[in-house]
Nanobody, 121 residues
């Protein structure tokens, strides 16, 4: 079955860290750009970060710049979102999405089902 599977979400205190994983099943991520999005209750979906294929250029939203990093392991067909200095405003369901068309494209070929991140004391 061709799909993306996110994992690593959970409950963390403000200031804490989490690492989310986005693993490809049924295909390999080598040639795909992978983005992370998030959606908080009652809010629109927000783009968070993206990593291109090849040289792996990375991009971040201003809201997470300096706190989140994105990386990829093509051997494991997995992309990671490393989240540090977490704030309550980071609470959301986090989704990953893959596209062959690069980080600049709105087209997404595959979406994951999402993983919940809750930042609370």
């Amino acid at each position: 079955q061709v799909q993306l599977v996110e994992s690593g979400g959970g409950l963390v205190q403000p200031g804490g860290s989490l690492r989310l994983s986005c693993a490809a099943s049924g295909f390999t991520l080598d040639h795909y750009a992978v983005s992370w999005f998030r959606q908080a209750p009652g809010k629109a979906r927000e783009w968070v970060s993206c990593i291109d294929s090849g040289a792996g250029s990375t991009y971040w939203a201003d809201s997470v710049k300096g706190r989140f990093t994105i990386s990829r392991d093509n051997v494991k067909s997995t992309v990671y979102l490393h989240m540090n200095s977490l704030k309550p405003d980071d609470t959301a369901v986090y989704f990953c999405a893959a596209t062959l068309w690069g980080c600049g494209s709105a087209r997404k070929d595959y979406w994951g089902q999402g993983t919940q991140v809750t930042v609370s004391s």
